[in-house]
Structures are given as structure tokens and as C-alpha cells.
């Protein structure tokens, strides 16, 4: 009675654990649950060429940064005969190439890949900005700038209300006189932002100017935006401009912040600058590994992802086989079949694996087959257990060989593969059965044999499935379940499908 | 339907399955240190002689391989013998020696053996070609059981065994097994033998199958099997419910032979009894086991083996 109840608690918790580390990956992580889901990456690039002028050349450029949205990963950086790293001073990333002896036209390129998921904003953790100077304007400017903040300070109560309000005003479909006259009519949205700063600016409040690349879902990019960002006594806050809303667009990928210049040349001139972003579909779960790899997520840190590829395909492999022992289990205890060792067929499952199915069957069936007959005679020299297991160990051996070489001849090349069973559990095999043909006869091998053959095949479709083979690399922890549905089985004490026909005799009596 | 029954229908007739028996008859009643009693059949001999059951003699133990020679001369005086791995189960390398023909041995098929066909069986054993999981094993030598006559009729050749399944001491199910021409001499079911179920009240037959179907005559012998009638019977089940107390296994089968002289024997214990008897009997023994139960919860039954053995051919037999 209690092994039942800790059996229930052990099988709870485990379902618990390996359900919920499951669920956790999925939903936080973001590791997609089935295969092949695709998720988007951008490659975004920056583009400067320019000419030099014999002097010292030293570029400066302002490099994206994450946000909450976005995982900026640096990538490549290209410029021949340049010096490149990459300066962090506080809210800014900017990269630098420099060189001594520079002379003609040069190109320099930077390339980020940007990943859905982020860190927390790093605008938000700016730090509090000084009191703005106030800008210059014209007399006329000045009456017009006048009035249009009147207005907007009427119809708002703080720094962001006024800001908002601003923006509506400097968008709007029909302009008022006061902004025509700021601003002209049809103006870049690089004006706006402009007139914008300055009208804050000139309101005593801190504002800056965003520029970014607005990315799109499965669509290139190429140009650069601008948003503003205002100071509103506590923290910055960012206004789209397109439909005067508080926050950072979704997919927007700052790239500089501020009236710091986007990019400045020194011994360098016919300077310009190109941006393009690619979008490109990934595997969702590579996605996941690379951007969780990148936050340092510890889940990664300690887990198979961490380890050196080669290890990571061990592992590939033998998380295969505890999948393997779970059909041993069901159709052993459930379905009832009888086979010729208990865990034989998910060593000769995984042979299948690597040899393909038909061919391993065949290759099993013939090693087995030669081998039993050859035995069948070493019966006869009446040895002793462990030289008759050896003996059996040096025929096995020798059939490979000859498997290998005259299906090699005969242009049969899978025949190589044989030597992916393992001899010493074949050698087994081939002992057992034939110590079941002389004490239990034919019809018992054939059914153990068969039991054992059929329980392989089927342990094989199961572990190539690409779901299985997919779930447990990605979620080990679904070996937790795994286990407890083997410990389930371990006190079901039902009836297994083979009784349903064994007892049935006994059944229709009544 | 399709020669299947539902899993209700099974639960109805009382039918106790494989994993219910791993389950609760034997994890719940066996404890793991009591298996080499019976699994060493060597220890299940002294057992027997220490608890005073009656059990074939044991001629002596080859445990070398070099002592195989000596066994020739040793065997001299036993014209009939049995040799066994100690550690064999299901009929596994067991030579059945019924006499002798000049330096040959006869089994009891009639065919002649030599020496060195002996040798090698025992060689075989010592190196635990018959043991579980091939490890080296000794070969014992015990008397052949020189079986009542009154079976003659049924068997073909060889012993024909009763097995007694006995629950917490209480015998539940017998039936016996007859060896047939395929069984070559041994009487285990999946190899061919006959096994009839037995009235566990009188010992008489109930019903016979072979391989799973039913049949109404010896296949070799052609005898009415329904006239089967185990003399001694009150004895060979109260021998079976003392194995209990001797062994201290809650879920046993014991196989006994009737020995023309010395009346049931032991032969072996089994501490993981098959399933078949049920087929056997016709009948499933999930009730008996209920009503053992239920006696033991209730009236506090006395261990006295034969008490028990009483009290079930009184009480069971009906359920
Ligand atoms: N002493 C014996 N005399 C005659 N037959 C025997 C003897 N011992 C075993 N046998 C035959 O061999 C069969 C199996 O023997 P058993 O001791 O039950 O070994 P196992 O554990 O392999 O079943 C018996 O049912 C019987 O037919
Ligand atoms: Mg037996």
C-alpha cells in the first residue's frame, strides 16, 4: 500500500518536473515544440565607404542595441587593413575601424543578427539627462513655436502628454497656420522629429532623437527611421511618430541614440552610409539555442547544448534509447510479447539506425541464420561454455568479414554495414537461440526470435520517428515522463493483450 | 470475437494475468533473499531434508570438471538417476538415466547414450550452459523417482509431476503434468507435456489441455484422462501447504511426484509458478485467492500446515 502511494507521489513529481521543464523551454525559452517551426532572423548591415585622404583614418559608427524585443548579436565586421573593436560608453555602442596608411576608395561593413526576444530596454536605462539648451529660432519661427506649445501644453498635463500632443500637432492631416509656418508643407519626417526636439527643447524638457531601422516579418529593409524620445522626470520614454504612441515599435532596432552623429569620418572624405536589413527563416530551435546561448541562460549552460558537438550526437543517440526501453516495456508487460533478451532489441534497434532498416534486417537475418548452423555443429565438439562463446565470438567475426567482402564484390555495399552490430550481443544471440532450438525446439525460437525481431522494428520506427527523435534532444527532461510512465507500467497489473487470447478458453466457459 | 476476450470477461472468470502475479502474488509475498532456496536446487534439498519433507535422494554433486571421470564408476550401483543443473529451471538440462545397457545409459525414450554423452552434459551444466544468465553451476545427481504405476496409463515415458499452487499456505490450484512422446520424458507444459487440472478437494481430474486446447485423451497413451485419480492425495496437499512453512514463500508452486514406494515427493519449489494451471483447471484462481484472504483478515486462521491443507480441499474446491 505505501510503495503504491510513493510510487504515486514519485510518478508525480516527475510528471511535474519533466512537464513543467518542458513547458517552461516552450513558453519561455522559446524552443518550438514541434520541428521545423521557422522563425524569423534579421542580418542587419551598416555600409560606409568613403575616400581617403592619405591621413590617419579613424571611423566611428553608432551600433543597434537590443531592446525589449530585439537580441542584437554582433556577426561580422569587414574592412581590409583596418583595425576594428568596439567602444561601449554607457548608453552607446559604436564600432571603430581604424588605419595609418590608408589611400583610395574603401568600403567598411558591420553585420548584426538580430533575434526576436531581448533584454531589458536599454533606453529605459539611460541615465537622467541634463537641462536641454534652449534652441535659437527666428522671430517668426519664434511666434509660431509660441503658439503651437501653448496649445499643446493646454491640452496635456505632463512631459509626455505635451509631447504626444506635439507630435499629433506636427502630423496632423491639416496643419495649423503655426505649424505650416514652422515646419512648410509636406515636410520629411526628419523635419518633424527636428521641429519636435526643438519645441521640447525650447519647453525646458530633455528630448532626443532615435534612429533605427524598423524591421519587418519575413521582408527586407533597408531604411533608417526616426522616433523621439523624451525625458518625462523619471525615465525615457519613446514617441512613434507614425501614429503618436508611447513605446518602442515592436521590431524596431535603434541604431543611435541621441544628437551623437550616426557615423563621423576623420582622414576620410565623399563619405556615405547604407543600411540594409535581410530577413531570413530559421529553425525556430535555432533560434532558441543561439539567442539563449547568448543571454547565458543557465538552462543552456547545463545542458547537452553546452557540451562539444560530438558529444551533443552521443547524446543524440543515447537519448534514444531509454525511448527504446519504454517499447520494450509496452510490449512486453502489455501487449505480451516474448523476446530473447530483455533489452536485445534496442541494441539491434540502434544498428537499424544506422543501417537503414531492410538492410539490417537482412544482414541480422543472415548472420544469425550462418551462425546458428555453424553452432549447431560446434554442439557436436561438446566445449566448454566460455571457449564455445569465443569460438562462436571468432565465427561471428568471420562472417563479417566474409559479408563485407563478397557483398562488396557483388556491388552490394550496404552488406559493409554489417559490422555495425554488435558482435558480442550477436555471439549471445546466436548461443542462446541455439541452446533454445535443442532444448525447446524450432517453434520457440521462431517465436522468441520473431518477438524479438518484430519488438526491434518497431523500437526503430518509433526512435527515427522525427517527433521522438526531436522531443527527446531538445527536451531531455521528457525523460522524467518517460520514467514515470515505466514505473506505471512497473505495477500495472492488468492483463496484457497476448492473455486476452491465452485465457479465452477460460473466458467463454461462463 | 476474433478469439479474444475482453479484459471484464477475464476479470469475471477469476483470471489471474502475468503482471497481477508479478505484482501482487509475487513481489507482495516473496521477499527477494528466500529465491536461492529454491532457485539453487541444491539448497532447496537440504531444505527439504531439514524440514523433514519427503524428496528424491541425492546420489551426489559433480561441482568440478575434474571430477566428471570418477562419475562412471561413482554411478556404478545407481542404475537409475537423474541429472540436473542446480541452478535450471524449466526442464532445462535435465538427463533422465532410466537404466543401463552394457556401458551404455538408456533414457527413458529407449535410445542409448555413452559415457561420454554424460560427460558432456555435465560439463554443459558446470559451465552453466543451463543456468540463469550462463553462470557456472553444479550437476546433481539424485534417485529417479520410480513413479506409481497408477499413471502408467497416462504418461508417455517419465515422471508425471503434480504442481500445487500454494497461497500463504493454503494449497489453491493443482493440476499434474504427463510427459507426451514431444516432451521427451519431461513434463513441462510448454514443451509438449499434457496438463490436467485437479480437484484440489479429491485429486481427481477436471479437464486436460495440451498446448493451450483442450483434449479428452492422452495423445500417445490414448487413455481417458478424466479417469485420472492421484491417490495419497490428502497427504500430497498437506506436503505442498508444509513447503509454505519450510520455505517461507507466500506464492509457491510446489511440484511433487508420486514415488511407487515412498508416496509424494518434492521435487522442486518454484517461487515464480506459471499461469497455466489456470487453463489447466479451467477455472481462474483470483477467487481462491479472495477467499484466503478474506479468511485471514476475518478468523485468524492457526498456521498449522495441515489445518490449511484441510481447510482448502474443504472449502475451495467450489469457488
Ligand atoms: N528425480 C527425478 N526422477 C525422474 N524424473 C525427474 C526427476 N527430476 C526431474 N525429473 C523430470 O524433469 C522434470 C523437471 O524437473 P524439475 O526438477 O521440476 O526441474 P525444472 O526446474 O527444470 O523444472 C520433472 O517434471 C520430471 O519429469
Ligand atoms: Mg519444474
Redesign the pocket.
Known sequence: MTAKLQLRIIVGILLFVGVGLTAFKHLELGFPLLPGTKETVWTAEAHVSFRATGEPVRVTLSLPVNTNNLLVVDHSTAGRGFGFHIEEEGRARKGVWQTRNPSGEYSLYYRARVYRGGLPDLINALDAPASPEKPVFSQAEGESADSILAEAYEFSADNEGLALRLVQSLTAQEPTPAVLALIGENPSRHVRVNAALRLMHSAGIPAERVRGILLEERKNSSRLTDLLAIWNGEGWHVIDFDNAQVGLPELFLPWQFGGDALYEIEGGVDSSIRFSVIADQISGRHAAVTYNTEIGSSLIDFSILSLPVEAQNAFATLLLIPIGALVVVVLRNIVGLRTSGTFMPILIALVFVQTELLTGLVLFLIVVSSGLVIRGYLTSLNLLLVPRIAAVLVVVITLYIALSVIGFRLGISEALSVTFFPMIIISWTIERMSVLVEEEGMKEVFLQGGGSLLTAVIAYLVMTNRYISYWTFEFPELLLVGLAIILVIGQYTGYRLSELRRFEPLARKD | MLGLATPRQLAKAGIVGMNRRNVELIAQNNPRHLYPLVDD?LQTKKLAEENGLDT?ALIGVVRLTGQIKEVHDFLKPHPQF?I?PAR???????L?ISGREGDDYVKPSGSLIGFEAVARHINNTLSGLYSLGGKPDVAMI????D?DPIFDRFTFE????IRVIVYKGFPVMAMT?L?TAASD????LHQGAVGVGLDIATGKALRAVQNGTPITQHPDTGANLAEINVPHWENLVRLSARCQAASGLGYLGA?I?LDKSEGPLV??L?ARPGLAIQIANGTGMAGRIDRVEQLIARDNPPEDAVWRANWSMKHLAAI
Do not use: Q, W
Not at chain 2, 535450471?88 to 535435465?94: D, L, N, P, R, V
Not at chain 2, 517419465?158 to 509431476?161: L, N, S
Open positions: 536446487k528424491p537423474v540436473k535450471g529451471s524449466g526442464g532445462k538440462g535435465i533422465v539424485e534417485t529417479m523417482v513413479f517419465g515422471v508425471p509431476d503434468r510427459s520424458g519431461k513434463a513441462n511440484d511426484v521435487l522442486e518454484n
